[in-house]
């Protein structure tokens, strides 16, 4: 009786926790470059005696979605979204080289060319990026990033470091990609296009269709622990009854 209620329990909780997954997949259905998060589970055998044939669902996070979102004209300058495979480069708050496909920047009070959600400093090929006061600016196909002030000529600023992961990146608590081996170097072919913005690649409406499967198989789940719980409850006052 109670390996009904073991394996109903188990996938109980493994419901729950690709509910959360889904949960914050359509959170981000909106958020720029944002990369939907997949999940699976796998069976791990319960050590110790009188369960040898017991085994339970854990959590193993098999990435990402690597398919690119949606692309959105937006004609603002310090918007660029990343071509291909590519990723734009940013300091983290720790301090360590991370990685985004949200290219939706802006500039700091002291002219620091930073990203618009978290203000963190956009990582150029030469170091951060400066730009001056009351600049015109503009960012080319390859990355360059040029400043015209007003009565002078367009000079380069610096240049986006941008990179091409051979592998797949790592996601971190922060919503940041990060690379396994250490900070990936420049890669010169790699493009984007100024004035657009990479939408999020989360399918509202798959997503929904998700949810509403997942909260099914968790009623069904838990109903298959009620029912147990009953028939156990019954064998127990029949066989008081003998």
């Known amino acids: 009786m109670d390996r009904r209620i073991y394996l109903s329990m ?8 690709r509910q959360d997954v889904l949960a914050n997949n359509l959170a981000n259905v909106s958020t720029a470059g944002f990369r939907e998060e997949l999940q699976a589970f796998r069976a791990v055998p319960v050590r110790g005696d009188g369960a040898t044939t017991r085994a339970y669902a854990l959590e193993t996070t098999t990435g990402y979605n690597p398919a690119p979102g949606q692309v959105m004209a937006t004609g603002r300058a310090l918007d660029v979204a990343a ?15 991370a990685y985004t496909r949200a290219g939706g920047f802006e500039t700091t009070a002291d002219g620091t060319l930073v990203t ?22 503009t ?16 000079t380069a600023v610096g240049r986006l470091k941008l990179v091409v992961p051979e592998a ?17 170097a ?36 838990t109903k298959a622990m009620q029912t147990a719980e009953k028939d156990e409850q019954q064998a127990q006052q029949l066989l008081s009854m003998n």
Do not use: C, H, Y
């Open 10 to 17: 188990s996938g109980a909780k493994a419901t729950m926790q």
């Open 116 to 137: 618009r959600s978290g203000g963190l400093p956009v990582i150029g090929e030469g170091g951060p990026i400066s730009i001056p006061a009351n600049a015109e600016v």
């Open 168 to 184: 797949a990146l790592k996601r971190g608590d922060d919503g940041l990609f990060r690379a396994e081996g250490g900070d990936l």
């Open 186 to 221: 420049a890669e010169p072919t790699a493009r984007v296009t100024q004035g657009a913005l990479e939408g999020s690649n989360v399918s509202a409406v798959g997503t929904m269709v998700a949810m509403i499967a997942a909260a099914r198989q968790f009623e069904a789940q």
């Open 83 to 97: 071509q291909g495979n590519a990723w734009f480069a940013v300091q983290a708050l720790d301090g360590t080289e």
């Open 139 to 154: 960012i080319g196909d390859d990355g360059t990033v040029a400043a015209k002030v007003p009565g002078g000529a367009s």
